[in-house]
Every structure is written in C-alpha cells, then in structure tokens.
C-alpha cells in the first residue's frame, strides 16, 4: 500500500505515512497561470493499493482530486482508498427549491468514478454517505477535539445548534462535564439568529463545539450571547475550520478565549490531528 497526499492534505498524508510506515508517492502537482492543474505520478504504482488523502474544498480542489483519481487508476494502481478529511458541497444535501440540485450528490457521482472505497471525516448531513456509488465510510473526529479539552476545566459543552446536540453529547461524556444546545434559527447564507437561550452560564468554562466554522457568524453570536451571560472562558472549537474573510476576526471580536479546530483544513487553529482517527479506523476496518 503506498498514499498519495493532494495539495490539501499534505500534513495528514505525512502523519499517517509515519504512523502506518507506509511510503508517500512522489507526485509532480502544478497550476499553469490559467490555473488549470497539471498532475504527474512519478513512481511506480502499478498493482499498489493507494490510500489518496484530498479535500473536495473549494472547488479547485475538486478539480485536483478528480484528476489525481484519474492519474492513479491510468498507473495501474489495485484499489483507490480515498480519503477526503473535509467533504465540501455536502450543505446542499437536498432539494431546497425547485430548479436546484443537489450538488453533494452531484459531487459524490464524479468522485465514485474513481475509488474503490470512500472515507470522509464528520460530514455535515452524514446521508450525504449514500450519495457515493462504492462503499463508504464516514468517521468522526469528535474523540480528538474533546480530547484536546481535557485539561481545560470545562464545566459545559455547547452545541451551536440543536442538530448539533449528538456531538456534543458525545464529547461531554469524554469530558465529564454538562452538554446543551443553543437556539439557532438560519435566515440565509449569511445572516443567522440566536435567541438567547437562558443557560446557567455565569462564571462558567464552556466550549462551542460545531461541525463547520465557515463565515464565524454562528460562532461570534453564540459566543456573544454566552459572554453576555457571564461566562468565564468560551473556547470556539470545530471539526472543520473553513475561516471565510473576517471569520476569525468576528471571534476575537466577540472575545472568545481560543479558536480550535482539527487539522482537515490546515490553518494556524488546527491544533487537533485527524491522522490517528483515520489510522484506527483503517486498522479496524482491515483496509490495510
Ligand atoms: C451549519 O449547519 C453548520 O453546522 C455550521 O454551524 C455553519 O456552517 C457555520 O457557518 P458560519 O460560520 O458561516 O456561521
């Protein structure tokens, strides 16, 4: 088995290289000025199986994956694992209004061409899973991000919104510590309410804990509210740290304490690995 790392997933491609003792592919990835992309597998791969690790996010991305997918079979690799730590397109999980489309499923057709196997980390709507035509798997990493709060002395953990309650469920219990939602009502792709949800907050440690960090609306006004109510310490934490424009500025601006995310989408917040996730799960599973 050999991996081969997309341009987004260069980190979690060295991290489980060194952790399955596996060898990364020398690949030869470049953009021509037009921004077209130009993708060369320098090694041979013929009758390997490949553990491909890309974002589907933002769309050049999707582009990236497609071609490298297309790359890899054309060398005569076995089986395609591919592996997309954050899934973009999977809001648009459904039929909203006439005339749309769901563009998770449109997404999810485009890349079964080819892979053998499809794994995901946290995807927004977990249905989107059935959106692929080969076997997949979603796989959470809510154990890592509770983890990295354990020497915080949180009192509570705080879904942003009541969909969000069964993660936060989870990541109390390895905390051992209270969970709840807030009451978030989404008016559109910008602007979103939080009513404010009376929470016995005063003088509390508490993490927000969300799927995606996208604009950092949800996350500033939760964490306003909470602020208003006297909390001591709000950490802003998620699986996914998108950071749009002035995302992370609205957070400090709302005086949030630290800003957390995993290292799906590499930034300065990704504090927390996926890598051993998916390691235990490929050991689990028996794919390697
Ligand atoms: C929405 O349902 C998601 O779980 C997140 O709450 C949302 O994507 C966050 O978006 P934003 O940061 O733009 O408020």
Same mark, same amino acid.
């Given at each position: 088995?050999?991996?081969?790392?997309?341009?987004?997933? @260069?980190?979690?491609?060295?991290?489980?290289?060194?952790?399955?003792?596996?060898?990364?592919?020398?690949?030869?990835?470049?953009?021509?000025?037009?921004?077209?992309?130009?993708?060369?597998?320098?090694?041979?791969?013929?009758?390997?199986?490949?553990?491909?690790?890309?974002?589907?996010?933002? +769309?050049?991305?999707?582009?990236?994956?497609?071609?490298?997918?297309?790359?890899?079979?054309?060398?005569?690799?076995?089986?395609?694992?591919?592996?997309?730590?954050?899934?973009?397109?999977?809001?648009?999980? @459904?039929?909203?209004?006439?005339?749309?489309?769901?563009?998770?499923?449109?997404?999810?057709?485009?890349?079964?061409?080819?892979?053998?196997?499809?794994?995901?980390?946290?995807?927004?709507?977990?249905?989107?899973?059935?959106?692929?035509?080969?076997?997949?798997?979603?796989?959470?990493?809510?154990?890592?991000?509770?983890?990295?709060?354990?020497?915080?002395?949180?009192?509570?953990?705080?879904?942003?919104?009541?969909?969000?309650?069964?993660?936060?469920?989870?990541?109390?219990?390895?905390?051992?510590?209270?969970? +709840?939602?807030?009451?978030?009502?989404?008016?559109?792709?910008?602007?979103?309410?939080?009513?404010?949800?009376?929470?016995?907050?005063?003088?509390?440690?508490?993490?927000?804990?969300?799927?995606?960090?996208?604009?950092?609306?949800?996350?500033?006004?939760?964490?306003?509210?909470?602020?208003?109510?006297?909390?001591?310490?709000?950490?802003?934490?998620?699986?996914?740290?998108?950071?749009?424009?002035?995302?992370?500025? @609205?957070?400090?601006?709302?005086?949030?304490?630290?800003?957390?995310?995993?290292?799906?989408?590499?930034?300065?917040?990704?504090?927390?690995?996926?890598?051993?996730?998916?390691?235990?799960?490929?050991?689990?599973?028996?794919?390697?």
């Amino acid at each position: 088995m050999k991996i081969v790392s997309g341009s987004t997933s @260069k980190f979690v491609g060295d991290e489980l290289s060194k952790s399955l003792n596996i060898d990364i592919v020398n690949t030869e990835i470049k953009r021509f000025p037009d921004s077209e992309i130009y993708i060369r597998i320098l090694d041979n791969i013929k009758g390997e199986d490949v553990l491909l690790i890309q974002n589907s996010w933002p +769309d050049l991305n999707i582009i990236e994956l497609l071609i490298i997918q297309d790359a890899i079979r054309l060398a005569g690799a076995n089986n395609i694992i591919t592996i997309i730590p954050y899934y973009g397109y999977a809001r648009q999980d @459904k039929l909203f209004q006439d005339g749309e489309v769901i563009s998770a499923k449109t997404l999810g057709k485009l890349i079964s061409i080819n892979a053998d196997k499809i794994i995901t980390i946290d995807p927004h709507k977990e249905h989107i899973m059935d959106f692929f035509s080969v076997p997949s798997y979603s796989i959470s990493a809510i154990d890592d991000l509770s983890n990295y709060f354990k020497d915080k002395s949180l009192d509570l953990i705080l879904a942003p919104d009541k969909g969000a309650i069964d993660r936060v469920k989870k990541a109390a219990k390895i905390i051992n510590c209270d969970f +709840d939602y807030m009451e978030k009502t989404r008016l559109d792709g910008y602007r979103i309410q939080i009513k404010p949800k009376t929470l016995d907050v005063e003088n509390k440690n508490i993490a927000i804990i969300d799927d995606i960090i996208s604009t950092g609306g949800t996350m500033a006004m939760s964490i306003n509210e909470l602020k208003k109510q006297k909390a001591k310490k709000v950490y802003a934490s998620c699986i996914h740290g998108l950071f749009i424009g002035d995302a992370v500025k @609205k957070l400090k601006s709302a005086k949030c304490d630290e800003i957390i995310s995993t290292d799906t989408i590499m930034s300065e917040y990704s504090k927390v690995k996926i890598s051993n996730t998916i390691y235990k799960f490929l050991k689990n599973k028996k794919f390697l």
